[in-house]
């Protein structure tokens, strides 16, 4: 079995930053995409930023030039840094991993969610 485990939401002031870890566990044999979605009261879950094995990333347009996404791929963790965060930007954080656990199987895993608030 695999685990996502996220860690570092929390509440913020609007301009702050935040940085959100997550890190997965169990019989993994390989890690491709990485990625973080987040979804707001009422709201669809979307792509926040993605990151392949090899390091490219992708980025949704409304958090470009604010967020970074980074992964250390010998700790099986994924990072995303989030500067000049706005209201906007409150929703719950969920990891997501495109994750081989065993020979010919290779299936979509995803975090518990982590809650992030920017509020004065």
């Known amino acids: 079995q695999v685990q996502l485990v996220e860690s570092g939401g929390g509440l913020v002031q609007p301009g702050g930053s935040l940085g959100l870890s997550c890190a997965a566990s169990?019989?993994?044999?390989?890690?491709?995409?990485m990625g973080w979605y987040r979804q707001a009261p009422g709201k669809q879950r979307e792509l926040v930023a993605a990151?392949?094995?090899?390091?490219?990333?992708n980025y949704a347009d409304s958090v470009k030039g604010r967020f970074t996404i980074s992964r250390d791929n010998a700790k099986n963790t994924v990072y995303l840094q989030m500067n000049s965060l706005t209201p906007e930007d409150t929703a719950v954080y969920y990891c997501?991993?495109?994750?081989?656990?065993?020979?010919?199987?290779?299936?979509?895993?995803w975090g518990q969610g982590t809650q992030v608030t920017v509020s004065s």
């Open positions: 997501n991993g495109d994750i081989r656990v065993t020979i010919g199987a290779r299936n979509n895993y």
């Open positions: 169990g019989s993994i044999i390989n890690i491709y995409a």
């Open positions: 990151i392949t094995r090899g390091g490219s990333t």
